[in-house]
Each structure stands twice: as structure tokens, then as C-alpha cells.
T-cell receptor, first 116, second 112 residues
Framework: DGGITQSPKYLFRKEGQNVTLSCEQN?????MYWYRQDPGQGLRLIYY???????QKGDIAEGYSVSREKKESFPLTVTSAQKNPTAFYLC???????????????FGQGTRLTVV | SQKIEQNSEALNIQEGKTATLTCNYT??????LQWYRQDPGRGPVFLLL?????KEKRKERLKVTFDTTLKQSLFHITASQPADSATYLC???????????FGSGTKLNVKP
């Protein structure tokens, strides 16, 4: 089955620690995205990548880092510099860039990160 | 500033009625507008896409309209069912920057 897989589903982090969220897709999609969702707010874009070895900051990139070494994988690291990391994190992919013929986004099931 | 506004109050309707959800946007010029469904604790799932030159799009019990003059999209679910209860998000593309922008969603509760 093709899809996008995020792991783990729940993650607890102590203050001051970095933590990495996994996102893997087998849809052969070029573009991948990381969003953060807080209660009562829309999805906010953290980072996005349109091609391997290239990525761009989204609207709230501070305190986060990503890599795109393989087409299938787009891990997100939440660093200790992120002051309020507790949130629901969603990874998505699309077949091409957003501007191409109205592509849709496919989402993973999300990772709920809690700082303890 | 750019905004995508969806009604933050939950919409409560009776089974069998038509649900209508609104998405308003400012300072965007989207070529497409999309609607997604999100269930609690899960990722959004794509439902429908409508292009700027389309006034209306239908898929089974779903209908979407797109008025670029009013900068508004309406999302209708006819003959609603309790299984339609979820949060519905609208999303715009930003053609210039190759991003999706999402609204905060409206929660729909369909009562039997």
C-alpha cells in the first residue's frame, strides 16, 4: 500500500533535548512538507522540500531543522531552541510542487510531541 | 496581512440536513482551493479541489463553490450523516511560493 508514514505516534521530550520525528513516503512524490498544528489554529508550515537535497524554510522554521537526503524521507528535528515545541506535527507529500496543476497533499497520521 | 478564515465555532446539524461551511480569504490570489477532512488525532484527508475558473464542483454528496470576487468558498454536504462529523479544513495554494496554506478548520457535528 502506498502512503506516508510518521513515527512515533506519541513522543515525550525533556526540556533541553533535541528530538527527531520520522516521515517516510512510498508514493514517489517529489515534494514533502512539515506542518505544526496547535488547538484552534490552522496548519502552519515549518519546512518544505521540492526535491532531494533541497529544502526551504516555511513560516515558523525557527528551532527546527530538516534534511532531504533521500526522496522517500524527510525527517524533522525539533531542537532545544524551539521554545514551545508541544504540538501535533504533520508530514505531507505531493506529487509535484503546489503550482503544478492543483496537486493535493497526502498526510501522515501525525506525531504528538509533548515536552515534560 | 494574509488570512484564511473558517468559522471557529462548531456547526451542529441534524442528520439528513445540508451542512454548509465557509472559507474566506484575504490577500491571496489562489489558482486552486482545496477542502480536507480531519478526524481527531489523525492527518487531514483530501476531499475536493476547485480551480479559480470553476464556479462549482461536485463529488457524490459534496459540493464546493469558489467565488474569487467575494474571495470565498462554500463547502456543502447534502443528506448529512453522523459519519460526516469531523473537522473540515480549506487550503489555498500559493503559486508563487509553492506552498499550501490552511485555515484552522470548522468542526461539524451531525446528530442522529
Amino acid at each position: 500500500d502506498g502512503g506516508i508514514t510518521q513515527s512515533p505516534k506519541y513522543l515525550f521530550r525533556k526540556e533541553g533535548q533535541n528530538v527527531t520525528l520520522s516521515c517516510e513516503q512510498n508514493l514517489n512524490h517529489d515534494a514533502m512538507y512539515w506542518y505544526r498544528q496547535d488547538p484552534g489554529q490552522g496548519l502552519r508550515l515549518i519546512y518544505y522540500s521540492q526535491i532531494v537535497n533541497d529544502f526551504q524554510k516555511g513560516d515558523i522554521a525557527e528551532g527546527y531543522s530538516v534534511s532531504r537526503e533521500k526522496k522517500e524521507s524527510f525527517p524533522l528535528t525539533v531542537t532545544s531552541a524551539q521554545k514551545n515545541p508541544t504540538a501535533f506535527y504533520l508530514c505531507a507529500s505531493s506529487i509535484g510542487p503546489v503550482g503544478d496543476a492543483g496537486v493535493e497533499a497526502f498526510f501522515g497520521q501525525g506525531t504528538r510531541l509533548t515536552v515534560v | 496581512s494574509q488570512k484564511i478564515e473558517q468559522n471557529s465555532e462548531a456547526l451542529n446539524i441534524q442528520e439528513g440536513k445540508t451542512a454548509t461551511l465557509t472559507c474566506n480569504y484575504t490577500n491571496y490570489s489562489p489558482a486552486y482551493l482545496q477542502w480536507y477532512r480531519q478526524d481527531p488525532g489523525r492527518g487531514p484527508v483530501f476531499l475536493l479541489l476547485i480551480r479559480e475558473n470553476e464556479k462549482e464542483k461536485r463529488k457524490e454528496r459534496l459540493k464546493v463553490t469558489f467565488d474569487t470576487t467575494l474571495k470565498q468558498s462554500l463547502f456543502h454536504i447534502t443528506a448529512s450523516q453522523p459519519a460526516d462529523s469531523a473537522t473540515y479544513l480549506c487550503a489555498l495554494d500559493d503559486y508563487n511560493f509553492n506552498k499550501f496554506y490552511f485555515g484552522s478548520g470548522t468542526k461539524l457535528n451531525v446528530k442522529p
